[in-house]
């Protein structure tokens, strides 16, 4: 098999066993743009497989919040009576009905952290209070390039009727472990609840949140609160 060569056409001659011998020319722009073209292509396949893999974890992402809502919707539906019809009003009865609990904001507590480099960002923090618990919500907003994975720890204190200080951390994640974990790849909302144990009415005082990440690094988010507590349903007269 033999190469000719000119300025602007690559003749190709070849020849299989004893066979007549063969001639394909093919000019070099037509080679450029057929080797740009497969560039191409292989290009485009490796963005395909990284865009699907990312879809696929984004969907397992957004499956587990959803299952996590459900169980907590799940949960206040078994433990409350017409928590639907109490909070949006369908009831058109005029017996008593339980408070309509509601969102609660706080001030955005400054950041205390043993790293400068910090990535994760405590925005939009509230809570709600409702006979028997408390649910301390917020988002954090991962500024940094890769996903933020670590756990996040938290403790409430309350100052009781009976005069006593209860130093409550909140529900436990599963029965071996005390924190929750976290995976963060732009922002996720996170939900922490507390419930505190019979006869502890009173007035929430404070409350500390703690995340630690992979590397054992820290940020601390500490709240100064004066919100009352109680541990009984509260009842409202509903006027016709």
């Known amino acids: 098999m033999a190469d000719r060569y000119t300025n602007d056409v690559i003749c190709i001659t070849y020849f299989i066993g004893n066979g007549r011998t063969r001639s394909l020319k093919l000019k070099l722009v037509h080679l450029k743009l057929l080797l740009a073209a497969m560039a191409g292509l292989l290009l485009w396949s490796l963005l395909a497989v990284y865009l699907v893999a990312a879809s696929?974890?984004?969907?397992?992402?957004?499956?587990?919040?959803?299952?996590?809502?459900?169980?907590?919707?799940?949960?206040?539906?078994?433990?409350?009576?017409?928590?639907?019809?109490?909070?949006?009003?369908?009831?058109?009865?005029?017996?008593?009905?339980?408070?309509?609990?509601?969102?609660?904001?706080?001030?955005?507590?400054?950041?205390?952290?043993?790293?400068?480099?910090?990535?994760?960002?405590?925005?939009?923090?509230?809570i709600l209070v409702v006979a028997g618990e408390f649910t301390l919500q917020f988002n954090l907003k991962n500024s940094g390039k890769k996903a933020a994975r670590g756990i996040i720890w938290a403790l409430a204190k309350i100052n009781t009727h009976a005069g006593e200080e209860l130093n409550l951390p909140m529900n436990r994640a599963s029965d071996k472990q005390q924190e929750s974990v976290y995976r963060i790849k732009k922002q996720n909302l996170i939900s922490l609840v507390f419930t505190p144990p019979p006869d502890s009415a009173g007035r929430i005082v404070a409350l500390q949140v703690q995340l630690r990440d992979r590397a054992r690094r820290t940020a601390n988010f500490n709240f100064t609160l004066d919100i009352p507590y109680h541990d009984k349903p509260l009842t409202v007269s509903r006027s016709d």
């Open 56 to 126: 696929v974890v984004d969907a397992n992402e957004m499956n587990g919040v959803l299952r996590a809502t459900k169980a907590a919707l799940f949960s206040y539906q078994t433990r409350y009576d017409k928590v639907f019809e109490n909070a949006y009003h369908t009831a058109q009865d005029a017996s008593p009905a339980i408070a309509n609990p509601t969102y609660k904001r706080l001030l955005t507590p400054r950041l205390q952290s043993n790293y400068d480099g910090w990535e994760l960002e405590l925005t939009q923090p509230r």
